[in-house]
């Protein structure tokens, strides 16, 4: 029993995007421009699993469900390269999640089949685990990481999987449409429909450089957007553009909110996400965008729709599967209000999180978090982040992060990211922000 008298309860927060692999990287790269941080993000990509090993991804997705949890998101939709520990450790958090392999042959070295293998061998493994709390998506990366082969394999593999959600990124650079040429598209949309990928199944993040018209495709096709102001607004990775609000609010598409990579705005707080996703877009488009009722509305009930969740989570409502969270509002910092939609979305933080429950179960119980060993999450990612900075040859001071003298790109060649790097440029940057 929690006692939440006098307190606000509401449905668990969904992040509706999110990346966990390079958790462990937090604060390292934050004060470097955009281009800087991608380049330093990438090279890690390709020398962590041999480098750091199994044990820093294990770590890394062990501190973000920590963060997690303590900031009040009992749901993520994770798409990442280390999936099956991620599976692991949500389980074993008592959290709930979707999850992606991440499909990207212009990243990974790995070929289409064999990671096209690989997520089905996930599928099979994971999916609908832990009492249902984990559940498997199909994540190829987007228009500028995957070739037309792996898309092929992509539909073959959601024909096999229709239940599955399609998770990927979409016009999230100006090349967005050279990219899907590349792969005999007319535009990233087209990529889709070609590959019969563009349903009420599919939720797709970013659209930065999407149009009024591909707003109006993808509400008729019944697609989810997925929107992270934060990512695109601290690093700036390229030409300023921003997703099409106004035309997806006129043809009805849901839109939700999402983290992405939180560890390099050093930021795991949705609640303040929702924040930004307002004022970021007031700011494009005039003011009154959203009310502190729809954000409210995207952080849970939508977010649990664009997941295909809604008969289980995202409303506190008989049958569903208690997932919720209790904030204590009556104190100096949140008092006299009269609107709690306006109180919980501007003057809350995640901080103010004191309880979290999910499926039933008390995963933290007035800030004391029961259902992770909070010491060994600790002491494990103190020892994971000191190994990652003897690999990168950076050096860190609580007057912030000093570069090593050569950049960790230089010191990699041959890598099939690069040669795409080189070909398509910024495009390709920009969509592994990601
Ligand atoms: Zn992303």
Redesign the pocket.
């Known amino acids: 029993m929690v006692d939440a008298d006098g307190k606000v309860v509401m449905p668990g927060l969904i992040d509706a995007?999110r990346?966990t692999d390079f958790t462990l990287v937090q604060g390292l790269f934050s004060d470097l421009d955009g281009e800087e941080l991608l380049k330093e993000a990438m090279s890690l990509y390709h020398t962590a699993e041999e480098a750091l090993g199994e044990s820093f991804f294990e770590t890394a997705w062990d501190l973000a469900c920590l963060r997690q949890l303590t900031h009040g998101v009992t749901t993520v939709n994770a798409?990442d390269f280390t999936p099956e520990l991620g599976a692991a450790a949500i389980g074993k958090a008592g959290l709930r999640g979707v999850i992606g392999p991440e499909l990207a042959d212009f990243l990974k070295a790995d070929s289409p089949a064999e990671q096209l293998a690989d997520a089905r061998e996930f599928i099979e493994t994971h999916h609908d685990t832990h009492d249902g709390r984990v559940r498997a998506s199909i994540a190829p990366g987007g228009e500028a990481g995957c070739s037309r082969q792996l898309w092929e394999g992509v539909e073959e593999l959601r024909s096999e999987y229709p239940d599955l959600r399609l998770h990927t990124?979409l016009y999230d650079s100006s090349e967005a449409g050279t990219l899907a040429a590349g792969s005999g598209a007319d535009d990233p949309l087209d990529l889709l429909e070609t590959f019969n990928l563009l349903d009420e199944r599919t939720l797709l993040?970013?659209l930065l450089h999407a149009d009024q018209l591909d707003a109006r495709r993808i509400a008729d096709a019944g697609a989810h957007v997925l929107h992270?102001p934060t990512v695109y607004s601290y690093f700036q990775a390229g030409e300023r553009t921003w997703f099409p609000l106004p035309a997806l609010k006129e043809s009805g598409a849901n839109v939700v909110i999402g983290l992405?990579?939180p560890f390099w705005f050093d930021s795991w707080d949705l609640i303040q996400e929702a924040k930004h996703a307002r004022l970021l877009s007031n700011f494009e488009y005039g003011a009154q965008q959203w009310s502190s009722y729809d954000l409210l509305r995207m952080l849970t009930i939508d977010a649990a729709r664009a997941l295909g969740l809604d008969d289980q989570v995202g409303s506190l409502e008989p049958g569903k599967r208690a997932d919720f969270i209790v904030i204590d509002v009556d104190t100096p910092r949140h008092q006299p209000y009269s609107n709690l939609p306006s109180v919980l979305m501007n003057t809350v933080t995640a901080g103010d999180v004191e309880t979290v429950v999910v499926d039933g179960e008390v995963l933290m119980e007035d800030r004391v978090v029961t259902s992770l060993d909070v010491e060994n999450v600790r002491a494990a990612a103190k020892r994971e982040r000191d190994r990652l900075q003897t690999h990168t040859g950076w050096e860190t001071s609580l007057g912030g992060s000093t570069p090593p003298d050569k950049s960790i790109l230089r010191r990699v060649s041959g890598r099939p990211l690069l040669r795409v790097m080189k070909q398509y440029g910024r495009g390709v940057v920009n969509q592994y922000?990601?």
């Open positions: 995007h990346h798409m990124h993040t970013h992270c992405d990579d922000t990601r």
